[in-house]
């Protein structure tokens, strides 16, 4: 046999280390699969947005945003908890995809914002010491990696910032809302409205940490209604002293445009920048409903 043609076999795809570590399998193609491990402690949904944060060399993970036409589905077999995610485009703003030979097993970690990241820049970092056995593979995914290396030492918190940053904004958007007499809401249309350059994903990511926060001063839930593209709608309760304010607020408001050619409840509602619902309550409470006219649309009549 030592005379026999050298042949170069191809052993197939390369396949993941089993671990009981939650750990993602970044495959050449950009792809990206959790395992059993992380399938059981984090992604027990059937759809989860995934973020890049380049300077810092992390992939993240909502597995508990709202869905929309932008999260990405998590296909598993019948026996197997993990599942593979097509978050290429994702991938593409860590790695050179082409400069990629084999499989990238990175951790996945919890922090204590509740983001779950896979820290590409960790696994680099493990390997520059030139004795380890990891050096090589560092090395060739720092090719991989580019310029994106040079700052994955940075603070994750700065790079993230606008995780951090959202939930103050959206909160404020929200008591805003409510005082208007909105009480459900989609995370794209918050977006929208508030204009501060946040996409769906990070207000999504803002309202479940407004739910779980145990000092919000609004009660936040999902419900069981989806909008347009399949999205959730969320429904906003005041608490009881955000309740009391908005109340004292709108009594102050009712009482300094009564009386300013302000003689239906439309008139009412468009002066105070409210739900039309919302002026007729506000003018049933104070009294002054009677005194107003009320122009209900009716299918059919016009006002």
Request: glycine share 8%.
């Amino acid at each position: 046999m030592s005379d026999a043609e050298e042949i170069d076999i191809n052993w197939g795809p390369d396949q993941p280390t089993p671990t009981d570590e939650p750990q993602a399998n970044v495959y050449p193609d950009g792809d990206v699969r959790v395992n059993a491990a992380a399938g059981r402690q984090f992604f027990d949904t059937d759809e989860v947005a995934v973020g890049a944060a380049p300077d810092a060399g992390l992939l993240v993970f909502d597995p508990d945003c709202e869905r929309t036409d932008q999260t990405l589905q998590i296909h598993r077999t019948a026996d197997e908890d993990g599942g593979e995610i097509s978050a290429t485009s994702r991938t593409r703003q860590l790695l050179d995809l082409d400069t990629l030979e084999e499989t990238l097993r990175v951790p996945i970690v919890e922090r204590p914002d509740g983001l779950l990241v896979a820290d590409v820049g960790a696994v680099l970092a493990d390997g520059d010491d030139d004795d380890s056995p990891d050096a090589e593979r560092a090395e060739q995914m720092r090719d991989a990696m580019g310029d994106a290396v040079d700052a994955a030492g940075d603070d994750p918190d700065d790079i993230l910032a606008e995780y951090h940053t959202s939930q103050p904004l959206v909160e404020e958007f929200l008591v805003d809302a409510l005082a208007r007499g909105q009480r459900e809401f989609v995370a794209s249309e918050i977006a929208d409205a508030m204009d501060e350059g946040l996409g769906s994903v990070t207000v999504g990511h803002a309202l479940s940490a407004l739910m779980d926060a145990d000092d919000a001063p609004m009660a936040v839930a999902k419900t069981d209604k989806t909008g347009d593209n399949n999205a959730t709608v969320w429904r906003v309760e005041p608490g009881v002293e955000l309740a009391a304010k908005l109340e004292a607020d709108a009594a102050v408001d009712l009482e300094g445009v009564l009386g300013e050619d302000v003689d239906s409840v439309q008139a009412l509602a468009e002066a105070l920048d409210i739900e039309e619902g919302e002026a007729r309550r506000r003018a049933m409470d104070a009294g002054v409903y009677t005194g107003l006219q009320d122009h209900v649309d009716r299918p059919g009549v016009e006002r």
